[in-house]
């Protein structure tokens, strides 16, 4: 029977849903092959989402059915993942081959333990320091016991992990399988040793002086950045900040090349978080070079890394895939990676150790080197395939293509930094900058995620919310911070219990007419038996207005997040409810962030002058990301939460009041920026003694054929 007539059998055996089918999905299960069809549907009345599958014409519960079948085909292999069952097959009985294995260890939630010391007022460093700590003495003995036992069969150790439940090994191929399936085994990978390097105006496309121009700066900032690579980051370069060595292993171009895209003080190659007292290099790549420098890490206090480098493995969650969504989850570190540039073969998947659910992936893109993203396009060799468990990749992109970075040798500059090597590092830049604005996201990488997703309003190509080869959009470092500067997300621990009829609602502002997206997104639980193609938490969202009407939705089978967007029809409080699909574990962490077009203000207006009554007003209005267009100002006694509708999803802050309406003719409040992004106006304030102690906002806009381009914050003119 071919797949189409078993899916055709499917559909007709499935019973008629009411409510609006938001999503469809037929899983094939890896024991038997069966299809398994699940469908998420909306009820548009209360706004809430259900699960409903079927297995051959039966209802079932999706889940159930899939962890049973996940267990059984793991089964089926006696504790072999995947590739290395293959591996084993294809590899001379006698023949060496380096085996990770993760162990069983009773635990408990090591975020938990670094949460509480947290809340107690300990800082987040020595506080991830604390859990690490009970983390290694619970597995020290359980990872000694059973390397003590393959040294004594003569194997040789290439890893005992400390503070994750792991022992790699060299073994002879007919080995494998009889300690695969020992009691203190939960499942044996491929300890994969390869590691090949994944291969301008990149700031100002990213918007990144815009936060820079608020005063943002690194230079403040209490987090701690690693360049994971495999080799060590130069510490001549003088454009680098001091550069603290984990350990040493020669200087490497690859290296210090990351490092400036995130830390380079060059005056005009500047990386996102130029300015940071320090960055960390830790030389280690592989499945049992790699553990170790993170390890490290965490002693040394970091909290955001970068890896820029893979295995030779691609598509699927390997051992180091696992590896860092456990510690993500558990550590509450990020880690940024680089999604690969398979993009020209003929399997264009992501790369490990960036295909698990945790860390932020990144894409390449070239931004024509120029700051107006007209003609911006995804480089070809950018990875674009998901991971065959389904979840989206990349999350994001930068512009890879054709950076200028830090060299190793005099003059110190390194041109044309290509390939997603160079994008994940400028990711991780801008999440560094965040973390100056708000420090609490050292210890919160569900924020890091959830924020650079939702405001990654730079669209490169496909669907502007999530697409195949550009995720959610490019890094977008202004609105990311304007987000942060306001607010603008919840941060929280969901139990069994936070559930009121398998609805949770997280109520945040929204404005008529200003184009609005919203995410909800957690993370994986990798530390369960078989957990790591499966999450704990399944989450169905719809966002629901000021009136109770729906106004967006979003079921994906796939992803530990829900992110969509919608135009509000009225300024208020709207609810992002939240549909309980599944909920296996005890806890998950939940952030909910949103961001506008108010965010993505990359204008400026400048008030000079005197503005007193009868007196002038100097007023300068520049956009250096996009010259020689026309822009339109105005003035309205009242900024948020009044906003102006100027079309298609764009608002100014601004009350549409008469001021508004009359003030869009006022001298030198329209007309056409100039050749470096700026027009001037004098406006003389009316002699009219009730307008003292008033204080009016202005803003503006830019726009071309008819499109909005970009706005500005508004600007006050208080008369004295």
């Known amino acids: 029977m071919t797949a189409t007539l078993t899916l055709a059998l499917l559909f007709l055996q499935a019973p008629a849903t009411p409510g609006q089918i938001l999503e469809e999905l037929t899983w094939t299960l890896p024991d038997s092959g069966a299809q398994l069809l699940e469908r998420r549907v909306l009820d548009p009345v209360s706004g809430t989402i259900r699960s409903l599958a079927w297995l051959d014409g039966v209802a079932v519960d999706a889940q159930t059915v899939r962890i049973a079948a996940q267990r059984a085909a793991v089964d089926a292999r006696r504790g072999l993942a995947n ?9 001379s009985p006698g023949a060496l081959i380096e085996v990770a294995f993760w162990l069983r260890a009773e635990e408990e939630e090591w975020r938990d333990v670094m949460d509480h010391a947290i809340a107690s ?3 987040v460093e020595d506080a991830r320091r604390l859990a690490f700590a009970r983390a290694v003495e619970r597995f020290a003995p359980i990872n000694a016991a059973f390397a003590d036992r393959l040294a004594a069969a003569g194997f040789e150790l290439t890893l005992v992990a400390d503070g994750w439940p792991t022992v790699c090994v060299r073994m002879p191929v007919a080995a494998v399988p009889f300690w695969a399936a020992d009691a203190a085994v939960d499942q044996v990978y491929w300890a994969a040793p390869e590691h090949f390097h994944e291969l301008d105006d990149a700031q100002n496309t990213m918007r990144t002086q815009v936060a820079w121009n608020r005063g943002v700066s690194a230079s403040v900032g209490s987090v701690k950045v690693m360049v994971n690579d495999t080799e060590q980051v130069s510490q001549s370069n003088p454009y680098l900040p001091p550069v603290s060595l984990l350990n040493n292993a020669g200087v490497g171009s690859h290296a210090t090349a990351v490092a400036g895209n995130i830390a380079m003080n060059h005056p005009s190659f500047k990386g996102a978080a130029y300015g940071i007292p320090q960055i960390y290099s830790g030389a280690g790549s592989g499945d049992s070079g790699c553990p170790p420098v993170w390890s490290a890490a965490i002693g040394a206090g970091v909290s955001f890394g970068n890896c820029s480098w893979w295995t030779g493995q691609k598509g699927s969650i390997n051992y180091l895939d696992r590896f860092f969504d456990y510690t993500l989850r558990q550590y509450g570190m990020m880690m940024f990676k680089s999604n690969g540039n398979q993009g020209g073969t003929s399997t264009p998947y992501a790369t490990t150790p960036g295909n698990g659910y945790n860390m932020t992936c990144t894409g390449a893109y070239n931004d024509g080197n120029s700051s107006s993203w007209v003609g911006d396009y995804m480089a070809s060799y950018s990875s674009y395939w998901d991971p065959v468990e389904g979840h989206e990749k990349p999350e994001v992109a930068s512009p890879g293509d054709g950076v200028d970075t830090a060299g190793t040798s005099n003059p ?19 999440a560094t900058l965040m973390a100056s604005r708000d420090a609490s996201l050292a210890g919160r990488p569900e924020v890091v ?7 990654a ?10 697409s195949e080869y550009d995720g959610a959009g490019g890094i977008h470092a202004a609105a990311a911070d304007a987000a942060l500067r306001d607010g603008q997300y919840v941060y929280t621990t969901l139990t069994p219990g936070s559930f009121s009829g398998n609805v949770y609602d997280v109520d945040f502002t929204a404005y008529a007419g200003d184009e609005t997206r919203v995410i909800g997104l957690w993370f994986s639980q990798a530390n369960s038996t078989y957990s790591t193609d499966l999450l704990n938490m ?6 629901i207005g000021p009136n109770n009407v729906v106004m967006a939705s979003s079921a994906n089978l796939k992803n530990p ?4 967007k919608f135009t509000p029809s009225m300024t208020g409080t709207h609810k992002l409810r939240l549909s309980k699909v599944r909920f296996n574990g005890a806890s998950e962490r939940l952030c909910v962030a949103w961001s506008s077009r108010l965010d993505m203000a990359q204008a400026t207006v400048t008030v000079g002058g005197n503005p007193t009554i009868g007196g002038a ?6 956009d250096p990301y996009d010259a020689n267009v026309a822009y339109q100002a105005h003035l309205s006694s009242q900024s948020l939460p009044q906003v102006a509708s100027i079309g298609a999803g764009w608002v100014l802050a601004l009350k549409p009041n008469n001021v508004f309406f009359n003030s869009a003719n006022f001298p030198g409040f329209a007309g056409a920026l100039n050749s470096v992004g700026v027009a001037t106006a004098v406006g003389v304030i009316p002699n009219n003694p009730s307008l003292s102690g008033r204080v009016f906002q202005i803003a503006f806009y830019t726009h071309a054929g008819g499109q909005v381009r970009a706005i500005s914050d508004p600007a006050p003119i208080a008369i004295q």
């Open 561 to 564: 997040y829900e992110i969509m």
């Open 457 to 466: 309003w730079h669209n490169i190509e496909g669907d502007d919310v999530l």
């Open 538 to 543: 399944d989450l169905d969202a719809t966002v």
């Open 449 to 455: 995620k959830a924020m650079l997703m939702v405001s």
């Open 83 to 91: 590739e290395l069952a293959t591996r084993l097959a294809m590899t």
């Open 617 to 622: 007003v100097s007023l300068t209005f520049s």
């Open 412 to 430: 110190w500059i390194y041109n044309g930094f290509n390939g997603t090597s160079s994008a994940s590092p400028l990711t991780c830049g801008v």
């Open 121 to 123: 007022g300990i800082h």
